[in-house]
């Protein structure tokens, strides 16, 4: 599974399978994907975040993580992820992707949201802190975000 946002966050995943059977321990490798960067979902969760979205953006580079979960985790996470993400297959043909230290990956899912891509003034902001060669926008924070959202009226 490629991870970025909160499921590239190990603390966040622990507390995804904290009150179930399954083990809240996910390996994870640090990789760069192609043609893919990091922005924020057009919604904010229950607890007021701004979720994080990947999307398809040519000739960019990006840091990602693959989580390495069971059949069971995987179940659990998609679970998680609700109405608000689809989990699908990553071409990676088109967005290649170069695990640090660690194998090639014949196949690799990875989540979108369904509720779209948060743009303002038709500008995609990407999300600081994520390693990236993204600059067709900029790189905010989620506080920033929150606030662009709040001016502009978003309903969530």
């Not at 979902?41 to 000739?59: I, K, M, Q, R």
């Not at 993580?65 to 985790?73: G, T």
């Not at 949201?113 to 038709?122: A, E, K, Q, W």
């Not at 506080?143 to 001016?151: G, K, P, S, T, Y």
Request: aromatic share 8%; charged share 20%; net charge negative.
């Amino acid at each position: 599974m490629i991870a970025y946002g909160s499921n590239a966050c190990p603390a966040q995943l622990a507390h995804k399978y904290d009150s179930t059977d399954q083990s809240n321990v996910v390996p994870m490798s640090r990789a760069w994907i192609d043609a893919m960067a990091i922005g924020y979902s057009d919604h904010l969760t229950t607890y007021g975040a701004v979720p994080a979205n990947a999307f398809a953006e040519p000739g960019v580079q990006t840091e990602v993580f693959v989580a390495w979960l069971d059949i069971d985790q995987l179940s659990r996470l998609d679970g998680t992820e609700g109405h608000n993400y689809r989990r699908q297959l990553l071409d990676l043909d088109l967005h290649q992707l170069r695990v640090v230290d660690g194998p090639r990956l014949d196949c690799a899912d990875i989540y979108f949201s369904t509720r779209g891509l948060f743009t303002v003034d038709g500008v995609t902001p990407g999300m600081a802190g994520v390693q990236t060669t993204y600059a067709a926008g900029p790189l905010l924070t989620q506080l920033e975000v929150r606030q662009l959202r709040d001016r502009n009226s978003v309903n969530p």
